[in-house]
């Protein structure tokens, strides 16, 4: 793929198929892997690669000619969903097995019921997972391919021959989102926001893989793409310790249905129905303890956001996706006129035109049908380019 201040300053729809296209194919890679049976991170790379496929496909959906069908976007969304269930399960059977060495004998009688009870929901999760995947992808590969390839696109929208630029696309998506992020982390004051941190979890991410292509091109690009990913990594272990704890709960009260269910039927003179008791006091008293455990940890992952983010680094984070957001001061003219010039905006080795300003009228709107409420911006000037000068320009498939 070409260089990122190449590709910022040719118009959005066209780099969307670009950048979409490389991710497609480095998602294909990681399916091949997931038939190898020695290749434990085959999963997670299968997931990691879809989840920047859909993002970079969210982000550019305002400007995208391509056609992508509702269907496909559900069965990538419900992909996503089984891979995502089966690495939480994962995560949460390697929190239980390191708290063995922790626990009295008796207490590890319950955390072994709770690995028992985990493996059958991880072998249950990665069966959906391989079901999805061989009946799926194929087709969602070909039908994306087919959306994403330039003939469908150019027939796919009337205004294929004009285009904001990318820069100014990715400028208004992280203008957006950046304010989302910092309303989502305002609202987290305690261990238990779990709706901020978990959505504060999901904008960082997204953010984060639309400015991955394009990091180079940005000025504290790496620096930002580094600070994302750590702030990503607090919530998220957040995120685990709380998916967790429903686990925890979840286990608890089926032993308290079932120890009800029990006594009512020795009540009512039904004792000969009543199955052999497999959850004994030893279960519980292990559930108990590593509920203890969890709520420890869930103390200690909310101090380091806390202290490391919510009154930390999350301010320097948020100016610094903000200047992104509003772009970049241009460099003073030494003539020509003050109204209706041209404003350059300065990137590494890029100048992105960014329209009259005396002239340039925006229109705003939700972009209808897009959940994540990407901005859709219409402009008679602002950040427009002609396609038609990419016909000198080789871009790479």
């Known amino acids: 793929m070409e260089h990122a201040d190449t590709l910022l300053g ?18 294909t890679k990681a399916r091949e892997r997931l038939d190898a049976p020695d290749d434990p991170e085959a999963l997670h790379d299968f997931r990691v690669e879809l989840r920047r496929l859909r993002s970079v496909l969210r982000a550019f959906r305002p400007q995208r000619e391509a056609r992508i069908s509702g269907r496909t976007w559900r069965r990538l969304r419900r992909l996503a969903d089984a891979t995502s269930e089966s690495r939480n399960l994962q995560v949460e059977r390697g929190w239980v097995e390191q708290q063995l060495e922790w626990l ?12 028992a009870r985990l493996e059958e929901r991880q072998r249950m999760a990665e069966q959906r997972v391989e079901r999805r995947v061989r009946r799926w992808f194929a087709p969602l590969r070909w039908r994306l391919r087919q959306g994403l390839a330039e003939r469908n696109a150019a027939a796919a929208s009337p205004k294929s021959g004009r285009s904001i630029t990318t820069g100014v696309l990715v400028q208004r998506t992280v203008r957006q989102w950046s304010a989302e992020l910092e309303d989502h982390l305002a609202a987290i004051h305690a261990g238990s926001d779990l709706q901020p941190a ?25 620096a930002i793409i ?18 967790l704890g429903d686990e925890l709960r979840e286990a608890l009260a089926d032993i308290a249905a079932q120890r009800a269910r029990q006594t009512a039927d020795q009540l009512l003179g039904r004792c000969g129905r009543v199955a052999p008791d497999a959850t004994g006091p030893t279960v519980e008293a292990g559930l108990l303890a590593l509920a203890g455990r969890l709520r420890e940890e869930a103390d200690q992952a909310f101090e380091a956001l806390r202290t490391g983010w919510l009154e930390g680094r999350a301010a320097s984070l948020l100016a610094q996706l903000k200047d992104v957001g509003r772009g970049y001061r241009a460099k003073p003219r030494r003539a020509g006129p003050a109204r209706g010039a041209l404003l350059a905006v300065e990137l590494p080795s890029l100048r992105l035109g960014l329209g009259q300003l005396g002239h340039s009228r925006l229109r705003e709107q939700q972009h209808a049908g897009d959940g994540d409420g990407v901005l859709q911006r219409e402009a008679d000037d602002l950040g427009r380019v002609d396609d038609a000068r990419l016909d000198q320009v080789h871009i790479p498939a």
């Not at 040719?10 to 194919?25: E, F, I, K, N, Q």
């Not at 009295?104 to 690995?115: D, F, K, N, T, V």
């Open 10 to 27: 040719r118009p959005a729809a066209r780099v969307g198929r670009l950048v979409a296209r490389d991710y497609l194919r480095r998602w």
């Open 104 to 115: 009295g004998p008796e207490e590890q009688g319950g955390a072994r019921w709770l690995l």
């Open 198 to 222: 978990h959505g504060a979890r999901i904008i960082a991410k997204r953010l984060r893989y639309l400015l991955e292509p394009f990091e180079q091109a940005l000025p504290d690009g790496p």
């Open 226 to 243: 580094e600070q994302l990913t750590a702030l990503q990594g607090t919530l998220g272990r957040l995120q685990d310790v709380h998916v």
